[in-house]
């Protein structure tokens, strides 16, 4: 993960599109399978592999595009794990223009709640992320950019 971006006061993971959900969702990985890329004006499926999801509870995924990127498959679903903690997704996006785009993922447990971007690749437009830099505080301390994990807790 290289890339952090902030959207509806999560933190969203950006890169090689991984979230770590088992009984909670603190073990849950969300992954794209393959390489999310097509042609502009024509369908392009994402597929997501789900692992470490609890035998005992489905997961409540919702998807979300930035920018151009529009979805054309369900933006709501609920996922049953298979006897190993896994399931599979294949979501249907689509844009008009090149470019570089994210498809949002947030899949629930228990009550809680991960959230991952999976870049979507659109004509023959790069997708470069970019390593985390050091960057200077205004009080001359250097600050280091690293990767971030959120994980929303329910209250008690």
Known sequence: ???LIAMFGLILA???????????????RVQASTEARGAPGSPIGVEIDFTGLPKSAAASVSYATEGDLTLTSPARKQLTADGKGFAHDKVVVQAKSAGVYFLNVFASVNGMTKAVSIPVTVGQAQYKPRAAKSVGASDAQQVIEMPAQEVIRPAK
């Open 1 to 3: 993960m290289k890339t």
């Open 14 to 28: 950006v890169g090689t599109s991984t979230v770590t959900a088992g009984t909670n969702a603190g073990s849950t």
